[in-house]
């Protein structure tokens, strides 16, 4: 059972447009909703994370929207850039089950320049 | 200085060996993880330590056998592999079992011919 469903799972953008990575959840339980951002060959970093209590979370160019009535929480990459060109991953977490993560299937992102 | 290394970074090996993977860690974290990213990409969490004390046994195969000889490092034992398991076995780590956020290793990947 797949409790975290990401969208889509490949993205094109010209550079200096917005990226957009969509993904809905089950669990009504999850408190924690972090992006993971990786590069080919690497390991998966944290990009940027929300709680359900506020609905939007801004760092640089990258915000998350967070929709708690429809279970969902999206990325939004503004003025992409061909450095952003990754694959996405968002997760989700509950404090009950300590630092599990739940993660989505993944977005790769190109932009061209 | 790198905060999460895994070695070997690449693993090729015949059906029914057994190999290991090792995990270390010089960020002073209490908590140890192992993920397996398959070929779509799939991140999917398979065991956790905590201060060398498991805490997390996903559905794993038997043939799959974490130890924790120091929280410090978690390595990786794999009997009899499989085609199956080939993949790319990432290394984590976070400040504790209730600390969101994890840092991942490089990555090891493991072909089985």
């Known amino acids: 059972q797949q409790q975290v469903k990401q969208s889509p799972q490949s993205l094109i953008v010209q550079k200096g447009g917005i990226s957009i990575i969509n993904c809905a959840y089950e669990n009504t339980a999850f408190d924690y909703f972090p992006w993971y951002q990786q590069f080919p060959g690497k390991g998966p970093a944290l990009l940027i994370a929300i709680r359900p209590d506020v609905s939007e979370k801004k760092e640089g160019r990258f915000t998350i929207s967070f929709n708690k009535s429809a279970k969902q929480f999206s990325l939004h990459i503004m003025d992409s850039q061909p450095g952003d060109s990754a694959t996405y991953f968002c997760?989700?977490?509950?404090?009950?089950?300590?630092?599990?993560?739940?993660f989505g299937e993944g977005t790769q992102l190109t932009v061209n320049p | 200085d790198t905060a999460v290394s895994q070695t070997p970074k690449y693993l090729v090996t015949q059906m029914g060996n057994d190999k290991s993977i090792k995990c270390e860690q010089n960020l002073g974290h209490d908590t140890m993880y192992w993920y397996k990213q398959d070929s779509k990409k799939f991140l999917k969490i398979m065991f956790s330590y905590n201060n060398k004390e498991l805490i997390i046994n996903e559905t794993v195969p038997n043939r799959f056998s974490p130890k924790s000889p120091d929280k410090a490092h978690l390595n990786l034992h794999i009997n009899s592999l499989e085609l199956g398991d080939s993949a790319v076995y990432f290394c984590?780590?976070?400040?504790?079992?209730?600390?969101?956020?994890?840092?991942f290793g490089p990555g090891t990947r493991l072909t089985v011919t």
């Open positions: 984590a780590s976070s400040p504790r079992q209730d600390y969101y956020e994890q840092y």
């Open positions: 997760a989700a977490s509950k404090e009950t089950s300590g630092s599990r993560l739940t």
